[in-house]
């Protein structure tokens, strides 16, 4: 049984819902779902602002050249404005409390933009956690090895002692290539809950 000192979240589908077909129907455009889904989420433009090769402004600019008018205020809605409100996955908030309440060093390692910081706050317990590390600050993304590396340098975190909870497989594999101990998301609080009692997480 591993020794696990510290949990690793991730942040969209993990602590909030990231969810692209809602945030377009939200914006009213259903009727153009599948060329915003396509053009704006699916974008190379949104790749650059993980990796913080480009701003929001400068996406949404790229992205509005491809599309017709009438859409171009939607794009700067679904760009600037999915947060707006956050939408929490449900249990994970107590979820962490309870992690941080039982001794768990509690971190963030999340492909997101530079405009994170300004939405973070607004993350249900977002003030548990001891440390971040953005994809957009560091110019580097998940699944790459340097970036699971790099919080763990930050932080003076051992990896083989962290618990690293992500949706994506991908994501996951890295962080056991790195020598974590990854936990697929599927979201379902009570299935993580019981992944991590399998680790020895007290919980």
């Not at 107590?94 to 939405?119: F, T």
């Amino acid at each position: 049984m591993p020794m696990i000192r510290t949990i690793v979240f991730d942040m969209g589908n993990v602590l909030l819902r990231f969810d692209p077909p809602y945030f377009i129907r939200r914006a009213g455009a259903e009727e153009d779902r599948a060329l915003l889904l396509r053009e704006v989420y699916q974008s190379l433009e949104w790749a650059r602002m993980d990796r913080g090769s480009m701003t929001e402004a400068e996406a949404a600019a790229a992205m509005c050249a491809r599309l017709p008018e009438r859409l171009h205020s939607t794009v700067h809605a679904l760009v600037d404005a999915w947060d707006r409100p956050i939408l929490p996955v449900e249990g994970m908030e107590q979820l962490v409390s309870e992690l941080k309440a039982a001794g768990y060093g509690i971190y963030l390692l999340s492909n997101a933009s530079l405009r994170q910081h300004e939405y973070w706050p607004r993350v249900p317990g977002s003030s548990l956690f001891d440390g971040t590390l953005i994809s957009a600050d560091v110019g580097l993304v998940k699944p790459q090895p340097e970036i699971y590396r790099l919080l763990c340098e930050t932080f003076a975190l051992k990896a083989e002692e962290c618990v690293f909870i992500d949706d994506a497989i991908n994501n996951a594999e890295g962080a056991f290539l790195c020598g974590m101990h990854p936990v697929v998301f599927h979201g379902d609080v009570a299935e993580l809950r019981q992944k991590l009692r399998l680790l020895g997480v007290r919980v």
